[in-house]
């Protein structure tokens, strides 16, 4: 199939792309750095040079493609959520989906489905109970993104497109993320847990996430599907894991007011934030994860980056 990828040089756009193209199938980036896909892909994959606004050069790509993925978007936790970032993180989604939108509706030849990332912040920071694709939208920045992040190409339904919304949790692996920023103070000692460590953090694996994409794409699925781990944990006990992993204990703590002192809402919302976040659509459509247990996926992870 030939598959277009927004996003692709981003840490699960990456590890996307390598497998995509590792089956066999033809995959394009959109990118608005050449150079940088180059580097990254080599000649592996086309790159499609685009500013993200000429609507028009993008439909012509469109007519030639089966599948689109967006994962397009600026990095929640690249900074401070001062006003000007807020905007970024908002307005880099929503662009993105709308002019993909524009296209498909003005492409001749249709895709057969637009994969649309989005995360598990559509249920707030904080929902209070477990949720699964039928719970409704929580409150805080994060849910107020995601919602306006997933309608952002809810007009493709019009277009016959099948559209899947992935509500991604915490993506664990070695070249970006959470991991490597909890990896390596523990590594030297420096360990902490934040606030109490009783905030639950829906998770999945890299290599879980890659697979449960290609499963919605090789199932040709359309609707909701959270990709998160069935089994959430504790922040304490992710933290815990990967001092067992690395032989290192986890000492220190860090005091919640701190963190809502220096960080504001990024703490509250992303550090601290407490989801219990369950996979149910995914897994009802016979999607079997490789990794479901935390103690196996930080061994798994850890073991490879040594």
């Known amino acids: ?3 277009l990828i927004t996003g692709a040089t981003g840490f699960i756009g990456e590890y996307l792309t390598q497998s995509l193209t590792q089956k066999g199938h033809k995959v394009i980036i959109s ?4 150079e940088k896909a180059k580097k990254i892909f080599g000649q592996k994959v086309e790159i499609f040079d685009w500013d993200y606004k000429d609507v028009k050069k993008l439909t012509a790509l469109i007519n030639q493609v089966d599948i689109i993925i967006n994962l397009a978007g600026e990095n929640i936790a690249g900074g401070l959520w001062t006003k000007s970032q807020k905007k970024k993180i908002l307005e880099s989604r929503i662009k993105t989906g709308k ?8 492409a001749q030849n249709k895709p057969k489905q637009l994969i649309q ?3 598990i912040g559509y249920y707030g920071f904080n929902p209070g109970n477990k949720c699964d694709e039928n719970s409704e939208q929580g409150e805080g920045f994060l849910a107020h993104v995601c919602k306006q992040w997933e309608e952002s ?3 493709v339904s019009n277009q016959h497109v099948k559209r899947a919304i992935i509500r991604t949790g915490v993506v664990l692996g070695n070249t970006g993320g959470m991991l490597p920023k909890l990896v390596q103070p523990i590594k030297f000692f420096l360990g902490a847990d934040l606030g109490k460590g009783d905030n639950y953090i829906s998770w999945i694996h890299i290599e879980d996430e890659i697979r449960a994409i290609e499963f919605i794409i090789e199932n040709s699925l359309e609707g909701i599907f959270n990709l998160t781990a069935p089994e959430p944990v504790s922040s304490k006990e992710l933290n815990k894991q990967i001092g067992v992993a690395l032989k290192k204990p986890v000492w220190l ?3 919640t007011f701190l963190l809502n002192i220096l960080l504001g809402d990024l703490s509250k919302e992303v550090l601290l934030a407490n989801q219990e976040v369950f996979p149910s ?12 247990n935390i103690s196996e996926a930080i061994k798994s992870l850890i073991k490879k980056s040594r």
Not at 99 to 106: D, E
Not at 281 to 292: E, H, Q, R, W
């Open 1 to 3: 199939m030939n598959i």
């Open 31 to 34: 990118t608005r750095s050449a």
């Open 99 to 106: 002019i993909i939108s524009q296209a498909i509706k003005q």
């Open 117 to 119: 990332a989005s995360a």
């Open 153 to 155: 190409a809810s007009e």
């Open 253 to 255: 703590k860090v005091p």
């Open 281 to 292: 659509n995914l897994t009802n459509a016979g999607f079997n994860f490789k990794y479901s």
